[in-house]
């Protein structure tokens, strides 16, 4: 069922829309929050940190397949907004090509190089084998990913965000059965957990698209709508691909990080990749704003409701603060209870001040946070990514100076403030570009309404 964002209260429409985003978000946690748990409590400590090892590399790659999805959603939520019906499928069944090349690309630029690059991550010894069974089982399974992303992307655009996150129910409880089968039955490891993962992905993707089929008319595309078009591609690649390099050049920073956080032995290893499942479990909710934001600003500007468009950020805003002071209690008080999901009461005691020091220096970040998401996810919903792709240059540049500079003068205090110095340096730019870009679009469409007045 869509449903249309541009009449309303902003605040109602933003709470109603962002709810089921950040369940599904939570829900695609389950993946990776199931394979650690499990890889943890049963393979030991080593093992969880071959698998946290690869998360900044696994962001590189899948954050880049999912902002490519996000960003090519973003003209298709412009479309209904503005009721081009045959514009939107045109933009659907574009968007299909360029995932299916984009994927192509993917595989095999980077499967074969899958070793060199841990390497080059100074992978410990004791980890590397871990690390390198579990990452490339998950990057074949990159067309699963995007098959999933994209459909929901697509749902989310036409305002359906419940639907991604029932077929998403359904694949984690999968994926925790597969786990379990996998690795405690079938002896499988870390390869298991990741094999689990994939085939997951890939249910909650079809159903996605068999659902899309038989319940959205609206989709429903002529042969003749499916060849590739020259000005759909371009304004597809200018959306999407700036959206997913965004994610990939934060990651970049990510990847020197854990470079740094190798260096210092696997102890810091195993304590970052904790503090990591930890800390992405809160980001969903700032994520799941983030993608509210956009697809509210797209809507709008497909309707040209320019105040919406500002009114509608503020909302995401006002949220998300009641959300980092809900992310910074919790984090204060339960950190021990989020330990024992990860690992054996024994093995806690060895990591537990570290983990510590970094949930809670990334949920006060948290209060920074919310506006590099609603701003940044703002500026793409109204077609401005290049300058959105500036904010995630900011944000892998300050990363990157915490590793080479922060790490050796101030040790695992530089990584656990990373991420707030790079969102401080992100959401300097993001504020007052969000509503300069804003100003723009409104003066655009005005000069369109006197034209056509003439």
Known sequence: MTKDLTTGRPLKLVFQFAVPVLLGMLLQQVYALVDTAIVGRTLGVIALGGVGATGSLNFMVIGFCNGLCSGLSIPVAQAFGAGDEGQLRRYITNSVFLCAAVAAILLAGILPNCRRILTLMNTTKEQFGFAYSYIFIIFCGVPATMLYNLTAGILRALGDSKTPVRFLALSSALNIALDLVTILIFKMGVAGAALATVFSQLVSGLACLFYMKKHFPILHTRREEWKPLKKELARLFGQGVPMGLQFSITAIGSVMLTSAVNSLGPLYVSATATSNKINFIFLCGYQALGATSANFCGQNLGAKQYDRIKRGVHSCLLLATVFACIHVVTVWFGNRLFLLMFLRAEEIGQVADLVR???????????????????????????????????GMLEMIMRTLCAVWGVPNYGYLAVALSGTMAWVAASAFLVPTFYLCLRKRRREGGMLRVKSEE
């Open 357 to 391: 020091l970094n949930t809670i220096c990334y949920a006060l970040g948290g209060f920074v946070l919310q506006f590099v998401e609603a701003y940044r996810q703002g500026v793409q919903g109204i077609s401005f990514t290049k300058l959105a792709l500036c904010a």
